[in-house]
């Protein structure tokens, strides 16, 4: 690794020893972690541990410092381990910084083990979450992310891939056509892993390239491809956002149908999370196309950095819209006033339950523009999202209404497969929301709940917080709710599909079943909730690994919840491993939590929500197209 | 005093430490993490621990003091407090915060102060007996001898 700066809040634990080969031949033996902590005591253990683990470790005790550390060195790091609870910035902000720009698997790691924070960390992104203290085991095992991630990066993506690049583990390069920052890392995983694909897709790729002969290298989506890819999404307009039309309008020599099309699933689902709205059972790609999503069209008219600053908008909506969808702050191009936006989703809660930074001020404040996502259809129809948008809209100027309710519109297209969360919401659907997958159906219809993790390697953004947010706003949400839920069930629009390989994925590192809700307590408003979420077969995220939440989950403070209605258990059922160190939350669940926002929404008295939740037995995973 | 002797009773202390619950398994992961290239590791790290814990306790103190009192902010401290101490394997000092984040949770402010006493005190007591307990240790080391492994503990 070549940091060539020493900035003296942080350290490297070794110098520059690494030569590709002797990284390739030892792996997982100097595996590059960054640690980020702002506690001395934890971050000094970290590092000795990660060193006794023959990591290469650099430690810095600020987020920004990490970012800049990342930024600097794209391809330096293989893992970034982050603390969840930081002054100077929110470590799940950092998190989506990292997915959207490095697109570098994250761990977070905290004292805290309260299910709503665990969970946060699913919907950002993250790939594990580690509850401190942080024992030796659960480091020893870090390098399992970097290797899921890539491998499944390798499978989303459609390669097509000439011999040369995947083979450079060079580090030093930054932008090469295939993902740089994949195949360096976990260089010798990657080594052979390439060449058996490489292999493969030479094959495949010369068949069904359809655009050129030539054998391309795995498609970088650069800044300005993505934003002629946006361009000809929003020419297109959501509903027609077909990958080959775009494929035609982008007219980028060398890209296939098949970029656009996982790329614009992608799109989709980043668009879906950063808008707030339910979630589709696509999962939001966060980290899995960091860069790719940088700049975002603003939405017309529409500049959400006034918005903020005019106070409509919570700043730290902004920033975090901002943050998430540029990590950096591209350039935004104007859409056209027709396209869909996004609903920026600003709910009090914020989409990502970013507190208020000054510093998000800054970032607004920075230039950065305000660009919504847009033209990214999702499930709800417009009606719907009209609905939803204008009850949630408390926060929304009229022209973010207005815009918001066209992307609204986009944004919840309740696809028939990923009801999820309409019907069913219970744990479940606190995992399918986690995945990503219809949250817009949890509130609606107790459909089937599909979890779709598609484009996520195993981290799945799930725009959960997104869609909780937005459900539940404190403004009547219950009449949006109802609304959503008659509207999500319509059935797709744009006819996204739902791509359950994420949640293969997920389950890859976790053990589907009962999972351990441990006091999961919403204000479960309505039956229909209970039901619904009864219903919600997921895979949890979280393993209870010794989570007593069962015993442990005390009363939840209705305070806590901030919901109108008396907060009901949600019965809890222990997860196998998940592939968390230790799932479960057994405290309260603020009002950040996807299940309790939900339930809070779906406020038709629902009774205890154990009897409803049917999670009796476990999870079912039926929808789950395992 | 010899080194065998001077071995047990390390022994017998850390054994008292951790039956008593100041130390937990933590504490063993950290003295097993020590080694040839890191000899101080224990003393660091604790050292580290102490002068963060003041610091927190100091800004506790403070912030509880204010006229209106910002519980996010305690909130914060005391969330870093109990990773810290949890880390390190300070049992008593993590259960006295967590208790000290429940009454916070709720906003009760002479909860807070209890607990705040509380948390005070757990840590002036692990601190003396973590002192002790690395003297001794220090006194095996110069002694020439190894220090006893408390992987019993962990």
Redesign the interface.
């Known amino acids: 690794m070549n940091l060539g700066m020493k900035p003296s809040s942080f350290t490297t634990s070794s110098n520059s020893w690494k030569s590709t080969d002797v990284v390739l031949d030892q792996f997982p033996v100097g595996l590059r972690v960054l640690v980020v902590d702002d506690d001395p005591t934890c971050l000094r253990i970290l590092e000795k541990m990660l060193r006794n683990c023959l990591y290469e470790v650099t430690k810095c005790n600020r987020a920004e410092i990490a970012l800049r550390l990342l930024r600097d060195n794209r391809n330096g790091y293989d893992v970034v381990i982050s603390d969840v609870h930081m002054p100077d910035m929110d470590g799940f902000k950092l998190l989506e910084h990292i997915g959207l720009e490095m697109d570098l698997p994250v761990i977070m790691m905290s004292a805290d083990d309260g299910k709503d924070v665990v969970m946060k960390g699913v919907t950002h992104g993250a790939c594990d979450y580690l509850i401190k203290p942080v024992r030796m085991e659960a480091l020893k095992n870090i390098w399992q992310h970097v290797v899921r991630k890539k491998k499944h990066e390798w499978k989303d993506k459609e390669y097509q891939q000439s011999g040369g690049s995947v083979e450079e583990g060079e580090r030093q390069q930054q932008k090469q056509p295939s993902e740089d920052v994949d195949y360096s890392s976990s260089a010798n995983e990657g080594n052979w892993k390439n060449s058996k694909k490489r292999k493969d897709e030479e094959d495949e790729s010369e068949d069904r390239d359809d655009t050129s002969s030539l054998k391309k290298p795995r498609v970088v989506w650069s800044v300005e491809l993505h934003q002629q890819f946006v361009t000809a999404v929003n020419q297109l307009g959501i509903d027609k956002a077909v990958p080959k039309k775009i494929l035609e309008l982008m007219n980028v020599p060398g890209l296939t149908r098949e970029n656009v099309a996982s790329h614009l699933q992608k799109y989709r689902l980043y668009l879906r999370r950063l808008s707030g709205v339910s979630p589709h059972q696509n999962g939001f790609m966060g980290p899995t196309d960091a860069a790719t999503f940088g700049p975002i069209s603003s939405i017309n008219g529409f500049d959400l950095q006034s918005l903020a600053a005019s106070g409509q908008l919570p700043p730290q909506s902004l920033a975090t819209i901002q943050a998430a969808t540029l990590g950096g702050g591209r350039g935004a191009t104007t859409s056209k006033s027709s396209s869909p936006i996004p609903p920026l989703v600003v709910d009090q809660r914020n989409i990502f339950s970013f507190e208020n930074h000054p510093r998000q001020q800054n970032i607004i404040n920075g230039g950065k523009q305000v660009n919504l996502l847009h033209g990214i259809p999702t499930n709800m129809d417009s009606k719907q999202l009209v609905n939803l948008h204008q009850s949630a809209a408390q926060s929304f100027t009229n022209n973010l209404s207005q815009s918001n309710n066209s992307l609204l519109a986009h944004m919840v297209q309740p696809h028939p497969r990923t009801h999820i969360l309409n019907n069913e919401i219970n744990g479940t659907h606190h995992v399918s929301v986690v995945h990503g997958t219809a949250y817009n159906n949890s509130i609606s219809n107790p459909s089937t709940t599909t979890v779709d993790f598609s484009s996520r390697s195993q981290s799945t953004e799930l725009p959960v917080n997104n869609s909780f947010a937005l459900v539940s706003s404190n403004s009547g949400m219950s009449n949006l709710t109802s609304k959503l839920q008659e509207e999500v069930n319509s059935g797709t629009r744009g006819g996204f599909v739902p791509n359950y390989d994420v949640f293969n994925d997920l389950s890859q590192n976790q053990n589907r079943g009962a999972h351990d809700w441990g006091g999961l307590q919403s204000s479960v408003g309505s039956s229909n909730i209970q039901q619904r979420l009864g219903g919600v077969s997921s895979s949890v995220l979280v393993r209870p690994n010794g989570f007593s939440s069962n015993q442990k989950s005390g009363p939840l403070n209705s305070s806590s919840l901030t919901t109108d209605n008396s907060l009901s258990r949600i019965k809890t059922e222990k997860l196998p491993d998940m592939g968390f160190q230790n799932g479960l939350y057994h405290e309260q669940f603020g009002q950040e939590d996807l299940m309790s926002a939900l339930l809070k929404q779906q406020q038709e008295g629902m009774g205890s929500v154990e009897n409803e939740f049917g999670f009796d037995g476990g999870y079912h995973l039926d929808n789950l197209p395992v | 005093m010899e080194v065998n002797q001077m071995q047990r009773s390390f022994l017998e202390y850390a054994t008292v430490l951790f039956r008593e619950g100041f130390l937990d398994g ?1 504490f063993s ?2 003295q ?2 020590q ?1 040839e290239s ?1 000899p101080d ?1 224990v003393v ?2 604790v050292s ?2 102490f ?2 814990s003041q610091k927190l306790l100091n800004d506790l103190t403070t912030t509880l003091d204010q006229q209106n009192v910002d519980f996010k902010k305690i909130d ?1 401290h005391i ?2 407090l ?3 101490s ?4 300070a049992q008593r000092v993590k259960n006295a915060c967590i208790a000290f984040r429940n009454f916070c ?2 906003q009760n402010l002479e909860g807070c102060m209890r607990c705040l006493q509380h948390v005070k005190q757990e840590y002036l007591l692990v601190k003396s007996k973590l002192e002790a307990l690395l003297r001794l240790e220090q006194q095996i080391v110069a002694a020439g001898g190894a220090i006893p492994v408390l992987s019993e503990f962990s």
Request: proline letters at 0%; zero cysteines; glycine letters at 8%.
């Open positions: 933590q992961q950290l097993m993490l080694d890191n590791f660091e790290v580290l621990f002068e963060d914060a969330h870093q109990k990773g810290s949890s880390s390190i394997g949770d709720q």
